[in-house]
């Protein structure tokens, strides 16, 4: 009497671990690049520029360079994405400093254009001879701190603790239309830069011409062709 012997194969187990072995070798030798020296070296340019010129540091021409090293950076590197993150912070910064620097540039072109009918301050000059000697005049000695006659008009904007603001445009009898800056009323500006109080700084060619007192301001109405308006008669009251 035969006994019956259940036999099985083997062969298709064996083909399943070959094609499972198969799809983890592909795994096993994907291996990252390891550190990059393009970032390493794009990082500390960013660091060294940043610590130099804050935000400026977005709109200077060696931020191009920083930026081409920082896209040469093996998608495959243990920095790849920091290249990335700092990529994205370089163009963020840069697209705020221009949309800055044009909303700037839009209020300077607004304040200069005065409507007819506007009143707007005068300056007339005083003769040479007599301005050392007025009594209330502020400009400031020499030894004292705070933007003088010669002082680049760019740095009122961020210098001097932010203590000078623009004022509106002056009207210079025989040099035209001035832009005008003043120090702002606040008590630690005043403390700060107390020869500065009351005066004006009258701006021509990108820096301070000349420091008078807001005395020697007058203010006249522009009528509709570009004139002062007439004065009332002398009488006008009787």
């Known amino acids: 009497m035969r006994t019956p012997v ?103 072109a607004t304040a200069r254009e005065i409507p007819p009918g506007t009143s707007m301050p005068t300056l007339t000059p005083p003769e040479p001879a007599r301005k050392p000697e007025a009594p209330d005049a502020g400009p400031p000695d020499a030894g004292l701190t705070g933007p003088q006659t010669g002082t680049s008009a760019s740095e009122l904007v961020a210098g001097f603790r932010g203590c000078f603001q623009r004022t509106a445009p002056i009207q210079v009898e025989g040099r035209g239309m001035r832009e005008a800056w003043e120090l ?25 011409l000349t420091l008078l007192p807001k005395s020697a301001v007058r203010t006249e109405t522009v009528t509709a062709d570009g004139g002062p308006a007439p004065s009332p008669a002398a009488d006008a009251g009787r």
């Not at 700060?192 to 009258?202: A, D, I, T």
């Open 6 to 108: 259940l036999r099985v194969s083997l062969r298709p187990l064996v083909g399943l671990a070959f094609a499972i072995l198969l799809g983890l070798a592909p795994a096993a030798c994907r291996r990252d690049s390891g550190p990059s020296a393009e970032y390493e070296e794009a990082a500390r340019r960013f660091r060294t520029l940043y610590a130099q010129k804050l935000d400026a540091a977005y709109l200077d021409p060696q931020i191009g360079e920083i930026e081409a090293q920082l896209q040469r950076v093996p998608a495959d590197s243990l920095d790849a994405n920091g290249a990335r993150e700092l990529l994205q912070r370089i163009q963020e910064g840069r697209a705020r400093m221009q949309d800055a620097a044009s909303a700037r540039d839009k209020a300077v």
């Open 184 to 208: 702002a009323d606040r008590t630690s500006c005043r403390l700060e830069y107390p020869g500065h109080v009351g005066v004006v700084l009258l701006i021509e060619q990108g820096q301070v």
